[in-house]
Nanobody, 118 residues
Framework: VKLLESGGGLVQAGGSLKLSCAQSGGTFSSYAMGWFRQAPGKEHEFVAAISYSGNHTYYSDSVKGRFTISRDNAKNTVYLEMNSLSPEDTAVYYC????????????WGQGTQVTVSS
């Protein structure tokens, strides 16, 4: 199973970005999916997760109400729509896959940089 993120870039504070993550190999609908991020000098931080079918979503308090995770199982792709971005959202964003449904994210993408300027 491989994950490939795209959609990162530079945006001004208050702006929006939409990240995509395409999975190859495996059966996409058999994986719960998540997004994590890592800011310079900080640990990985959970951002959002979505269940196999997409019926259940979970968010960290820091992004709740601003970010939306979604998935298209027909396209083997998970998305993270980010609105009202602030400089504190600057980080490398990683797409992850969980084959267990128990938050065991064993597959990680290479990451995509998101930079929010003030």
């Amino acid at each position: 199973v491989k994950l490939l993120e795209s959609g990162g870039g530079l945006v001004q504070a208050g702006g929006s970005l939409k990240l995509s993550c395409a999975q190859s190999g495996g059966t996409f609908s058999s994986y719960a999916m998540g997004w994590f991020r890592q800011a310079p000098g900080k640990e990985h931080e959970f951002v959002a997760a979505i269940s196999y079918s997409g019926n259940h979503t979970y968010y960290s308090d820091s992004v709740k109400g601003r970010f939306t995770i979604s998935r298209d199982n027909a396209k083997n792709t998970v998305y993270l729509e980010m609105n009202s971005l602030s400089p504190e959202d600057t980080a490398v964003y990683y797409c992850t896959a969980d084959p267990t449904g128990a938050a065991a994210y064993t597959v990680w993408g290479q990451g995509t940089q998101v930079t929010v300027s003030s």
